[in-house]
């Protein structure tokens, strides 16, 4: 079975940095997959903070555009997600989500709060 699996997630002050990794599947792991983070505040809706396209282009939500970065390591099976100039609304539980051959895939997420 496909599975996901988030990490690097945890409290850090504002104006830090933070890495998260999804390790996936090697079954679904393909650049022609859609690979993406999302992110989930309390009482907001889930969102979506950057992703690779089934191009192979990387697309970035516009409240994380020079803060941001997704990346991914085809030899670990790896996606990554390197946040830097957090900010408390940087704050919720963040998704690792692939779609790949008609399925949806994600992980179980992983808490970033950001608070001095």
């Known amino acids: 079975q496909a599975q996901l699996v988030e990490s690097g997630g945890g409290l850090v002050q504002p104006g830090g940095s933070l890495t998260l990794s999804c390790a996936v599947s090697?079954?679904?792991?393909?650049?022609?997959?859609?690979m993406g983070w999302y992110r989930q505040a309390p009482g907001k809706e889930r969102e979506l903070v950057a992703s690779?396209?089934?191009?192979?282009?990387?697309t970035y939500a516009d409240f994380v555009k020079g803060r941001f970065t997704i990346s991914r390591d085809t030899l670990t099976n790896t996606v990554y997600l390197l946040m830097s100039s957090l900010r408390s609304e940087d704050t919720g539980v963040y998704y690792c989500?692939?779609?790949?051959?008609?399925?949806?895939?994600w992980g179980q997420g992983t808490q970033v709060t950001v608070s001095s």
């Open positions: 989500n692939v779609q790949h051959g008609g399925s949806v895939y």
């Open positions: 090697q079954s679904i792991f393909s650049r022609h997959a859609f």
């Open positions: 690779f396209t089934t191009g192979g282009g990387r």
